[in-house]
């Protein structure tokens, strides 16, 4: 049982940043792997990045390596999601997930236990 709350998203230009993101409910924040997927109108939904347990081991889609960072802080029960050198094709609504497994598939939407609300990132040429 864990609630997540995204905040954060914006509207910024090409070449903009912005910092989004997750707040945990509950004391076994830790116990969950952590990740970030996004969906843009008329698309499937995607992985974004991805972040074990303890924070050393993370996972990036192609599309963002080098421009976002992913990080959590255990004690905060937060996880962020840092974005730079935004695009125009990274416009989407920005969802974070946690996962009971620390065995099945860290990509893929569908092993995610708990999903957040979402929130709007939109990037303008």
């Known amino acids: 049982q864990v609630q997540l709350v995204e905040s954060g998203g914006g509207l910024v230009q090409a070449g903009g940043s912005l910092r989004l993101s997750c707040a945990a409910s509950?004391?076994?924040?830790?116990?969950?792997?952590m990740g970030w997927f996004r969906q843009a109108p008329g698309k499937e939904r995607e992985f974004v990045a991805a972040?074990?347990?303890?924070?050393?081991?993370?996972y990036y889609a192609d599309s963002v390596k080098g421009r976002f960072t992913i990080a959590r802080d255990n004690a905060k029960n937060t996880v962020y999601l840092q974005m730079n050198s935004l695009k125009p094709e990274d416009t989407a609504v920005y969802y974070c997930?946690?996962?009971?497994?620390?065995?099945?598939?860290?990509?893929?939407?569908?092993?995610?236990?708990?999903w957040g609300q979402g929130t709007q990132v939109t990037v303008s040429s």
């Open positions: 509950g004391r076994t924040f830790s116990n969950y792997r």
């Open positions: 972040i074990s347990r303890s924070g050393g081991n993370t």
């Open positions: 997930a946690a996962m009971r497994s620390v065995s099945a598939t860290i990509r893929a939407a569908r092993a995610y236990d708990y």
